[in-house]
Protein backbone atom coordinates (compact mmCIF):
# COMPACT_ATOMS: atom_id res chain seq x y z
CA UNK A 1 0.00 0.00 0.00
CA UNK A 2 3.05 2.41 1.29
CA UNK A 3 4.19 1.77 -2.61
CA UNK A 4 1.05 2.61 -4.65
CA UNK A 5 1.29 6.14 -2.48
CA UNK A 6 4.56 6.32 -2.92
CA UNK A 7 4.18 6.00 -6.64
CA UNK A 8 0.68 8.18 -6.44
CA UNK A 9 2.96 11.49 -5.35
CA UNK A 10 6.03 10.65 -7.29
CA UNK A 11 3.40 10.63 -10.54
CA UNK A 12 1.65 14.05 -8.87
CA UNK A 13 5.23 15.64 -8.79
CA UNK A 14 6.15 15.04 -12.40
CA UNK A 15 3.01 15.81 -13.72
CA UNK A 16 3.52 19.84 -11.61
CA UNK A 17 6.84 19.78 -12.96
CA UNK A 18 5.30 19.18 -16.68
CA UNK A 19 2.74 21.64 -16.25
CA UNK A 20 5.01 24.48 -14.83
CA UNK A 21 8.07 23.55 -17.71
CA UNK A 22 4.98 24.03 -20.33
CA UNK A 23 3.59 27.32 -18.52
CA UNK A 24 6.95 28.78 -18.67
CA UNK A 25 7.05 28.06 -22.88
CA UNK A 26 4.06 29.42 -23.13
CA UNK A 27 4.48 33.38 -24.22
CA UNK A 28 2.60 35.89 -22.20
CA UNK A 29 1.00 38.33 -24.62
CA UNK A 30 2.80 41.43 -24.56
CA UNK A 31 0.88 45.02 -23.69
CA UNK A 32 1.68 45.53 -27.41
CA UNK A 33 0.30 42.81 -28.93
CA UNK A 34 -2.79 43.86 -30.06
CA UNK A 35 -1.50 46.81 -31.41
CA UNK A 36 -0.88 47.96 -35.55
CA UNK A 37 2.73 48.07 -36.83
CA UNK A 38 1.72 51.49 -37.86
CA UNK A 39 0.96 52.96 -34.36
CA UNK A 40 4.17 51.27 -32.79
CA UNK A 41 6.14 53.09 -35.40
CA UNK A 42 4.31 56.25 -34.64
CA UNK A 43 4.82 55.64 -30.66
CA UNK A 44 8.66 55.07 -31.61
CA UNK A 45 8.81 58.49 -33.12
CA UNK A 46 6.74 60.56 -30.29
CA UNK A 47 9.97 58.76 -27.77
CA UNK A 48 12.62 60.17 -30.57
CA UNK A 49 10.87 63.62 -30.68
CA UNK A 50 11.00 63.99 -27.02
CA UNK A 51 14.28 63.27 -26.78
CA UNK A 52 14.97 65.41 -29.28
CA UNK A 53 13.29 68.24 -27.82
CA UNK A 54 14.58 68.15 -24.53
CA UNK A 55 17.75 70.76 -24.94
CA UNK A 56 15.40 72.96 -26.93
CA UNK A 57 14.63 76.22 -25.48
CA UNK A 58 10.80 75.67 -24.83
CA UNK A 59 10.46 77.31 -21.50
CA UNK A 60 10.07 80.93 -21.72
CA UNK A 61 8.98 83.86 -19.60
CA UNK A 62 8.26 87.56 -20.15
CA UNK A 63 8.09 90.17 -16.99
CA UNK A 64 7.56 93.81 -17.97
CA UNK A 65 7.89 96.34 -15.51
CA UNK A 66 9.08 99.96 -14.47
CA UNK A 67 13.33 100.07 -14.60
CA UNK A 68 12.31 104.12 -13.01
CA UNK A 69 9.52 105.02 -10.66
CA UNK A 70 9.16 108.39 -13.28
CA UNK A 71 8.22 106.42 -16.50
CA UNK A 72 4.93 104.24 -16.65
CA UNK A 73 3.55 101.73 -19.18
CA UNK A 74 6.18 98.93 -18.13
CA UNK A 75 8.34 99.35 -20.77
CA UNK A 76 11.30 97.41 -19.30
CA UNK A 77 11.22 93.57 -19.67
CA UNK A 78 12.62 90.48 -18.79
CA UNK A 79 12.58 87.48 -21.21
CA UNK A 80 13.89 83.93 -19.98
CA UNK A 81 14.29 81.48 -22.99
CA UNK A 82 15.07 77.98 -20.88
CA UNK A 83 15.21 74.17 -21.98
CA UNK A 84 14.46 71.10 -19.90
CA UNK A 85 17.14 71.31 -17.40
CA UNK A 86 16.99 74.91 -16.77
CA UNK A 87 19.67 76.22 -19.57
CA UNK A 88 19.76 78.94 -22.07
CA UNK A 89 19.87 82.45 -21.01
CA UNK A 90 17.53 85.65 -20.13
CA UNK A 91 17.76 88.99 -22.09
CA UNK A 92 16.60 91.94 -20.43
CA UNK A 93 16.14 95.41 -21.78
CA UNK A 94 15.53 98.35 -19.85
CA UNK A 95 14.00 101.31 -21.01
CA UNK A 96 14.94 104.96 -20.35
CA UNK A 97 13.83 108.60 -21.45
CA UNK A 98 16.48 108.84 -23.98
CA UNK A 99 17.75 104.95 -24.40
CA UNK A 100 17.15 101.06 -24.02
CA UNK A 101 19.99 99.09 -22.86
CA UNK A 102 19.67 95.13 -23.38
CA UNK A 103 21.65 92.50 -21.08
CA UNK A 104 21.61 89.02 -21.65
CA UNK A 105 22.71 86.50 -19.03
CA UNK A 106 23.47 82.96 -19.14
CA UNK A 107 21.20 80.28 -17.01
CA UNK A 108 22.41 76.71 -16.09
CA UNK A 109 20.39 74.63 -13.47
CA UNK A 110 17.74 77.26 -13.30
CA UNK A 111 20.47 79.97 -11.86
CA UNK A 112 22.95 82.13 -13.17
CA UNK A 113 26.39 82.68 -12.12
CA UNK A 114 25.68 86.49 -12.21
CA UNK A 115 23.62 88.06 -10.05
CA UNK A 116 20.13 88.49 -11.24
CA UNK A 117 17.89 91.23 -10.90
CA UNK A 118 14.54 90.68 -9.27
CA UNK A 119 12.86 91.03 -12.20
CA UNK A 120 15.49 88.35 -14.33
CA UNK A 121 14.89 85.71 -11.05
CA UNK A 122 11.18 86.25 -11.45
CA UNK A 123 11.08 85.62 -15.46
CA UNK A 124 13.05 82.50 -14.38
CA UNK A 125 10.96 81.06 -11.82
CA UNK A 126 7.70 81.68 -14.18
CA UNK A 127 9.32 80.28 -16.81
CA UNK A 128 10.22 76.62 -14.71
CA UNK A 129 7.53 73.98 -15.59
Same mark, same amino acid.
Given at each position: ????? %?? #? $???? &? ?6 ? @??? !??? +? ?17 ? %?? #? $???? &? ?6 ? @??? !??? +? ?62
Amino acid at each position: MWIVV %VL #A $LALA &AASLGVAV @AAL !RRT +ARPTPDADVPADVLGLRQE %VA #A $LRAE &ATGSLRHL @AVV !RYD +AHGDMGGHLSWSLALLDDTGSGAVVTSIHGRSEARTYAKTVSGWTSEQQLSPEEAEAIGAARP
